[in-house]
């Protein structure tokens, strides 16, 4: 099974004084003069989904790169804590965001122009695993509340989002889709419905939004090592271990599972000016399975002499 857990550009967004970075030559050294520890300095995320596993991952390397972070869940007081572990109120405020409500995804995106300033990502991260079995018996309450958070709680986020980012002139919305957005049969119906949508609501607001200097990207994860996957494969949410010994297993990486950390490096380059030149991407991570890798040789891995027409072989 494969399932996934559940980021910048040139300038900022504006800041209550008005004052906002030129675009143009001048900016185009942002990237050499921030280091490698502060590839975030100065900038203001949000992230739905925060409070545990990717959502969580990324806040902390948020925070480590010099972002300031305003985090969306409904796991209060996974949030609180998580808030608390950041530095508190100077790096990361925490608000309970329910997606499928939009006046609660709106508040939340709000409260980070309120708060800090303005908003340079929008991270889109919460998810659920949703209805799951066959088409003909899921039911249509499953299917709509699958929906709701997997897909309109994105489309709240990016609606809100760029209605700042347009006006500011810059900004990066990361979506999470997964690797069942890009192939069929690697999660539930509702599921790899919305994260097919997904993938082309990035692609559709990426062409919308380009020519306000707003790039939109999305990542499609394999199966990761988080809570929601633990669940999946031990039935509890809480095995981590024993989900990263299944997961490295079956990897087409010898050994190597995927982490919740490799899916928030990618939502740190997505993030950053070093991915100034990319919108409308579909950043997969998941060891090459989405291209054909698994854990087993490909087909032809062996030398034997070229086959021919009628059995011939060689080039004699």
């Known amino acids: 099974m494969r399932w996934d ?122 998810g659920i695993v949703g209805a799951v079995g066959p088409m003909s018996t899921t039911p249509a309450a499953e299917w709509k509340l699958t929906i709701d958070i997997m897909l309109n709680g994105v489309f709240y986020g990016m609606k809100h989002a760029s209605r700042h980012m347009k006006a500011a002139g810059s900004g990066s919305i990361i979506s999470m889709s997964s690797t069942a957005g890009v192939m069929g049969g690697l999660g539930p119906h509702a599921y790899t419905a919305a994260k097919h949508a997904v993938i082309g609501m990035t692609k559709g607001l990426a062409a919308e939004v380009g020519l306000f200097g707003v790039r939109v990207n999305c990542i499609a994860p394999a199966g990761m090592a988080t809570p929601m996957v633990a669940d999946v494969l031990t039935g509890d949410h809480q095995k981590l271990d024993e989900t990263i010994a299944a997961l490295a297993e079956g990897s087409p990486l010898k050994g190597r599972a995927g982490l919740a950390q490799d899916v928030a490096n990618a939502a740190l380059w997505l993030a950053s000016d070093e991915s100034g030149y990319t919108s409308g991407l579909t950043l997969t991570v998941d060891a090459g399975a989405t291209t054909g890798s698994t854990a087993a040789p490909p087909a032809f891995a062996e030398y034997e002499p070229m086959k021919r027409e009628a059995g011939r072989t060689g080039v004699e």
């Open 5 to 126: 857990g559940g980021v910048s550009d040139i300038g900022h967004a504006i800041r209550p004084d008005g004052d906002k970075p030129a675009m143009g030559s001048a900016n185009m050294n942002t990237i050499e003069e921030h280091t490698m520890d502060q590839r975030l300095a100065n900038k203001v995320a949000v992230i739905t989904g925060a409070a545990s596993g990717i959502g969580a991952a990324t806040a902390k390397t948020y925070v480590e790169h010099g972002a300031r972070v305003v985090l969306g869940d409904i796991q209060d007081d996974l949030g609180a804590a998580l808030v608390a572990s950041l530095g508190g109120a100077e790096n990361a405020t925490f608000c309970h965001c329910d997606v499928t409500d939009e006046q609660q995804v709106e508040a939340l995106v709000e409260a980070a122009v309120t708060q800090y300033g303005g908003i340079d990502i929008m991270f889109n991260c919460a």
